[in-house]
């Protein structure tokens, strides 16, 4: 349950730490993300899976690493004792940083370097998700050089595919990720693995159909071509897989517009999809375990960004029009999912109190740039001015994990709140760290 609240000047609190407090302590822009909030929601996807699926061979969760991931987040993925989703060197330097559990890691990617794959192998990761058939050689390789056998699961296109809203049915192998089902690529890879027993297991079969979604029918089309490749497997190589994945995606509220299925109401439909898939082809003696790889819905809405107003203008659109446009210190290199995506968020003046009307308004960054946008449309007090906080709630979800330093901007921290207390999870770059890098002598 998420902690967040006016106090009596009517300042958002959260954690039990008011924005002002935050902002003086901090600065602006920052990320604030709530730490009870994070472990709640990955506590209650794993027991809701865990009881959903517990009539069935149970179920893992694997935390998506790429949504958003430091040292700290790692760590209290570890205590909750979810499993975790790495798709680079960099974020299992990260989860090495903390001792995570190697077996508890997958790692996923399309195009793996062999000394990632050596990273991976030498620590001991759980399974590594095969994406070509070059991938599975270089895998038995580098397998082969470290005297292990690794496990593997191959990562089958569905062909179906999700958007925002909705899921088309067909017609999406063209896509980088992935074996073809259709087209008979997936049992080929997997062939090729069970060829290479020494050095190669197959551990299970793995889809990932789309981000942002709110249907369960994508995932029942998913489930039901796993499960058919799996029982095909079992018939014609005597091979069962012990788990199937069937990915991340589900969905956040980002504005009032989205209402994502409660966790234990997913876990159940996911639950009854997957029961019904298995029942249809028997051998339920050796009924595979289920894995789900949620970012998004864990740390999505546990951070908002604060940012303050530095001005405030209106623009005539004519026909007696107008439009407020309130520029914050941050923007597209903090956020860049309006850009890229054309998403959607709301905002709320956190710093006081108002008793102005409402005026429709243009939150926009501070980026050289007139997609900039922070906030597309929202209504804001009429007497907002400088110096004023606004927070934009659901920012948890690839908003730093995308960052760019786009006009030489320092990227804002991640600071934590628990409790009363604030803490910096990732500290606030300088002008000095960017150019750091840069070879002045050159
Ligand atoms: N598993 C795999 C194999 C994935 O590729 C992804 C996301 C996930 C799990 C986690 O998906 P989630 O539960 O977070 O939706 N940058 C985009 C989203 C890209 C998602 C990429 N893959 C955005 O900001 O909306």
């Not at 000047?9 to 730490?35: C, I, K, M, P, S």
């Not at 990562?155 to 896509?175: C, K, L, M, S, W």
């Not at 968020?345 to 050289?368: E, F, I, K, N, W």
Request: glycine share 10%; with cysteine; proline share 4%.
């Amino acid at each position: 349950p998420r902690t967040v609240d006016r106090d009596e000047e009517g300042r958002l609190t959260v954690g039990g730490v008011d924005v002002v407090t935050l902002a003086a302590e901090h600065g602006t822009a920052a990320y604030v993300l709530d730490e009870d909030d994070f472990r709640s929601r990955a506590a209650d996807f794993r027991d809701s899976f865990a009881a959903a699926f517990g009539p069935l061979a149970g179920a893992d969760v694997y935390y998506a690493a790429k949504a958003f991931l430091c040292t700290a987040v790692a760590r209290w993925v570890a205590e909750e004792g979810l499993h975790l989703d790495v798709c680079t060197g960099g974020e299992l330097a990260v989860a090495q940083r903390v001792h995570f559990p190697a077996e508890r890691i997958g790692f996923h990617g399309n195009n793996k370097t062999v000394a990632e794959i050596r990273q991976a192998l030498a620590y001991g990761v759980g399974r590594i998700v095969v994406d070509s058939l070059q991938e599975i050689d270089r895998i038995a390789a580098v397998a082969a050089e470290l005297g292990v056998v690794a496990p593997v699961m191959v990562r089958v296109t569905v062909g179906v595919e999700a958007h925002t809203h909705e899921f088309i049915a067909t017609g999406h192998e063209d896509q980088k990720f992935g074996f073809s089902l259709a087209g008979g690529h997936a049992l080929e890879a997997a062939r090729r693995i069970l060829e290479r027993p020494d050095v190669l297991a197959l551990r299970g079969l793995h889809s990932h159909i789309g981000s942002q979604i709110f249907d369960t029918g994508g995932f029942e089309t998913a489930a039901h071509r796993l499960v058919g490749l799996h029982a095909r497997l079992a018939d014609e190589h005597g091979h069962h897989c012990p788990e199937i994945d069937l990915g991340g995606g589900y969905g956040i509220a980002y504005t009032s517009q989205h209402t994502p299925l409660p966790t234990a109401t997913l876990a159940q439909e996911m639950a009854a999809i997957v029961g019904r898939e298995l029942a249809a082809v028997g051998d339920a003696t050796r009924m595979p375990r289920v894995s789900i790889e949620p970012g998004r819905a864990i740390v999505g809405p546990s951070t908002f960004t604060l940012y303050e107003v530095g001005t405030v203008k209106d623009v005539e659109l004519g026909g007696g029009h107008a439009r407020t446009y309130v520029s914050v210190d941050g923007g597209m290199s903090d956020n860049a999912r309006p850009a890229l995506y054309e998403a959607d968020y709301s905002c709320t003046l956190a710093s006081r109190r108002s008793q102005a009307g409402p005026r429709l308004s243009r939150v926009v960054g501070r980026h050289c740039e007139s997609g900039d946008i922070v906030v597309l449309d929202e209504y804001l007090p009429a007497d907002l001015e400088p110096g004023d906080l606004i927070a934009v709630p659901g920012t948890g979800a690839y908003c730093r994990s995308l960052s760019s330093q786009y006009n030489h901007t320092p990227r804002p921290p991640v600071v934590a709140v628990r409790g009363g207390r604030s803490r910096v999870l990732v500290r606030r770059e300088t002008i000095d760290d960017l150019l750091a890098l840069d070879v002045a002598d050159a």
